[in-house]
């Protein structure tokens, strides 16, 4: 097998017009995860598939740790059973007529038959399903089955560990008890890992690093944290499910201050200083969920003249302990959205028709390039 760059991780280059359109790049270091992140249809398993050997692009190269297991100008197209991926599946893809044991040794045909059972044995107890061994996949419940299904994943001693929606056919309960497991895992294995996930909080959960996909194409990529707090088009920030995006026009700048202002709402909105888009230019703009106060009847602050935005509650939703208020502001199309404790609602009179006041505070805001409407 030829050999690519002295490197680190996975490294993934893929690009065809069809059958699936893909435009995607991404690296994931050596005990890294990497959560893949995009809306049905934008390509998260294909290039799973890609990864694998299970599929293979019009153009692209695929390296792990300096091996070249794909690229498609040199003619390298290296066998799954080559590139010893390990793959877990969101249904699980268990042999229904063998048990827990021999489903986990049916990965280990690069070790001697001797020791398989004893090594199976091993890692079913690592992900704590010892004493099931016999049970076939039928006599399992759902999160039973899918440790077996990542036991026989590492079963192949991988180079790199996919997982495909791996906690979604679970309930809630067994999911948080499965991401736990796996974060517990990470410390003693150090392979790249890729999560194609749609749940953003188990993302940011057991995520190093996200990618965002969309048709197929990769719009960003980076640690979670700034992905989340700051996309880089208004697109990326909605399919992080990022409600407050708005377009506004930079008015001013005074780095003294560390302080930007753009025109919104018929007022100024104060942010943090963004000194690449010039006065006048058309920004679209983000303020996260967390960083919309609502200014309260009986406690006034300082915070309410920090960026005050006053507007009619559209709808009040009771999601549990919180209550989730849709602001229309005036002049604005797009509503409002925030989070208050239910018992502040009710204090403060929030309930549908009714006037509220909320602050943005200054530090989340954040600026980016203008934009067509999002296709």
Known sequence: MTLGPASSGLTIRLRQAHPVALDVAFECGAGELLALVGPSGSGKTTVLRCIAGLATPREGEVTCNGERWLDVRAGTDASPQRRRVGLVFQHYALFPHLDALANVASAMSHQPRGERAARARALLARVNMEGLEARRPSELSGGQRQRVALARALARDPRALLLDEPFSAVDQLTRRRLRLELAQLRREIRIPMVLVTHD???????????????????????????????P????????????????????????????TWIEWAGTEIECALATRFAPGERVDWV????????????????????????????????????????LDV???DAPLTFEVSTHVAARNRVETGAEVAVSLLADGIHLMPASNAEN
């Open 200 to 230: 953003l909080d188990e993302a940011q959960l057991l995520g190093d690093r996200i990618s965002v996909l969309h048709h197929g194409r990769t719009l960003q990529t980076g640690e979670v944290r700034e992905v989340l707090h700051r």
């Open 232 to 259: 880089e088009s208004a697109l990326v920030a909605r399919l992080l499910d990022q409600r407050n995006v708005f377009a506004g026009i930079v008015s001013r700048h005074d780095p003294s201050e560390g302080r």
């Open 287 to 326: 303020v996260p969920e967390s960083h919309v106060v609502m200014h309260r009847r009986e406690r006034p602050s300082r915070g309410e003249r920090e960026n005050p935005v006053r507007g009619v509650a559209r709808d009040v939703v009771i999601l549990g302990g919180d209550a989730r208020v849709t």
């Open 330 to 332: 005036r002049g604005i």
